[in-house]
């Protein structure tokens, strides 16, 4: 998420300049891979790379979720920005002397600007890089967490899930390619529209898809199969920011996931399950959008609701089966120094 993700520019002119253009997401401009075999020059290597994410932005948030999924942190370390951006993007604010404390640097575009000097886009976030170079590998959202699940999995822990399990790759691909098209992007699109026209258009993109995805959920307890796969991991990252930002700030306000039982109740399911809630900052969450966003929200007024109590309530999906973690099991606590401050849990 960042000024190539969402918007015209970087700082305060672009923060405002929200809602003035149309909406288009930028491909990811560095798509290099780390692969087993190291092909794009990248070997997948212990304790060689570092995440770096907000705990805001949903595309993040997927690849914090399969981390903590496969056991991939000793081998990957984790850094966190700011949810709030100065000029310059993503900073490191919430590090002692405002630096990240393995890579050294105070902005992440300063990784952006080891690798391709005088970069012209946007520093966004999830974003790979090399530690011993200090340089981007990747900002590869849609490609990072697939490589997390196939390509990583000599580090992965023991009783790891499948996240993309071969036989059901194509209909994994189709599901997440709508819920991409009309959810995860379709929300900015109504967020960031323009005119009425494109709005209007956006929102029943939204709602539509909703409808379809809620009926499929209505008899089974995931997306694809009976255990959670990437499919679920993309759902989720959108549906847990749905009531605190999406419905009031972005105006997708049919109805609220509060609404919509067996959304709900799918997205309880997940957010009480190991690796998914334990991820989620619900104060990061709010800040970024309603005091970055400052085009649409000009006062920068950030609402004191949604009640989050919710989350917690029993949720009874697992009455419909399936298997969470397949034939694996769930991951382990929150490493030390990861844990979610208790300003941004239910």
């Keep these: 998420m960042s000024a190539q993700d969402e918007t015209p520019g970087a700082g305060a002119e672009g923060n405002a300049s929200y809602g003035h253009k149309a909406f288009k997401r930028s491909k990811s401009h560095f798509a290099d891979r780390v692969t087993a075999d190291g092909s794009d020059g990248w070997p997948v290597e212990a304790g060689r790379y570092r995440l770096v994410v907000s705990r805001a932005c949903?595309?993040?948030?997927?690849?914090?979720?399969?981390?903590?999924?496969?056991?991939l942190e000793d081998a990957l370390s984790l850094g966190v920005t700011d949810p709030l951006q100065d000029d310059r993007s993503w900073r490191f604010t919430l590090d002692p002397d405002d630096r990240d404390p393995v890579l050294g640097i105070r902005y992440l575009s300063e990784a952006y600007d080891a690798r391709e000097s005088r970069y012209p886009g946007g520093v966004s976030v999830p974003a790979l890089v090399d530690v011993p170079s200090g340089e981007?590998?990747?900002?590869?959202?849609?490609?990072?967490?697939?490589?997390?699940?196939?390509?990583?999995?000599?580090?992965?822990?023991?009783?790891?899930?499948?996240?993309?399990p071969e036989p059901l790759r194509d209909e994994i691909d189709e599901v997440m390619d709508g819920i991409y098209r009309d959810v995860n992007n379709g929300v900015y699109?109504?967020?960031?529209?323009?005119?009425?026209?494109?709005?209007?258009a956006a929102y029943h993109d939204v709602f539509h898809r909703l409808e379809v995805t809620s009926e499929r959920l209505a008899t089974r307890r995931y997306l694809v199969g009976d255990t959670i796969t990437e499919a679920d991991i993309r759902f989720f990252t959108t549906l847990v920011r749905f009531d605190a930002v999406y419905h009031g700030h972005f105006k997708?306000?049919?109805?609220?996931?509060?609404?919509?039982?067996?959304?709900?109740?799918?997205?309880?399911?997940?957010?009480?399950?190991?690796?998914?809630?334990?991820?989620?900052?619900?104060?990061?969450?709010?800040?970024?959008?309603?005091?970055?966003?400052s085009g649409i929200n000009p006062t920068r007024v950030v609402p004191l609701g949604p009640d989050l109590g919710g989350w917690l309530t029993p949720h009874r999906r697992e009455e419909l089966g399936g298997r969470p973690f397949g034939d694996g099991t769930p991951p382990g606590p929150v490493p030390a120094g990861e844990e979610v401050p208790v300003t941004g849990r239910p």
């Design 136 to 164: 981007l590998v990747t900002n590869d959202y849609q490609q990072l967490t697939l490589d997390f699940a196939t390509q990583w999995t000599a580090l992965h822990r023991e009783g790891a899930p499948d996240l993309y």
């Design 58 to 71: 949903p595309w993040a948030s997927r690849a914090l979720v399969s981390r903590r999924l496969l056991g």
């Design 252 to 293: 997708c306000n049919r109805r609220k996931l509060t609404e919509d039982p067996v959304l709900w109740a799918y997205a309880r399911d997940l957010f009480q399950t190991p690796g998914f809630g334990d991820t989620v900052d619900f104060d990061h969450i709010k800040r970024h959008y309603y005091q970055v966003h």
């Design 189 to 200: 699109r109504a967020g960031f529209a323009p005119d009425q026209k494109a709005y209007e």
